[in-house]
C-alpha cells in the first residue's frame, strides 16, 4: 500500500512558477516510480511527468516539455514537481501517482496509486 499526499498547489500568475510537493507513505513507498497527471475541467486526465524509483530517468508530456521539472527525495519519500513559466493552459488539479510494477509510463493504468490532487490556477 502506499499514501500520497499532494501539496503546494494555489493561484499563480501567467510566466509564474509553482513547486508542488507529493508525500509518499506506506510499505511500498520507497520501491515506487513516480508521476504527475493533470485534469481540467471537461478534460481527460493528462500525463504530465514521470521518475524512476532511482531518480536517473525521466520523461515528461510534450506541453511541459523544457518547463516542468520532476525530481524525488528518496530520504524524505517525497517527489516534487517544480513548475516554471506557467501558463493559463496549466491550470488544472494536479495528481501524484505511485507505480509500484512496470507498466505503461503515459497512461493513467500504469499507476495503481493515487493522491487527491492540488489545484493550480494560473490567471493571464
Known amino acids: 500500500q502506499v499514501q500520497l499526499v499532494e501539496s503546494g498547489g494555489g493561484l499563480v500568475q501567467a510566466g509564474g512558477s509553482l513547486r508542488l510537493s507529493c508525500a509518499a507513505s506506506?510499505?511500498?513507498?520507497?520501491?515506487?516510480?513516480m508521476g504527475w497527471f493533470r485534469q481540467a475541467p471537461g478534460k481527460e486526465r493528462e500525463f504530465v511527468a514521470r521518475i524512476s524509483l532511482s531518480g536517473t530517468v525521466t520523461h515528461y508530456g510534450d506541453s511541459v516539455k523544457g518547463r516542468f521539472t520532476i525530481s524525488r527525495d528518496n530520504a524524505k519519500n517525497t517527489v516534487y514537481l517544480e513548475m516554471n513559466s506557467l501558463k493559463p493552459q496549466d491550470t488544472a488539479v494536479y495528481y501524484c501517482a505511485a507505480a509500484t510494477a512496470p507498466g505503461v509510463i503515459y497512461g493513467i493504468g500504469g499507476y495503481n496509486y493515487w493522491g487527491q490532487g492540488t489545484q493550480v490556477t494560473v490567471s493571464s
Open positions: 506506506g510499505r511500498a513507498a520507497n520501491n515506487a516510480a
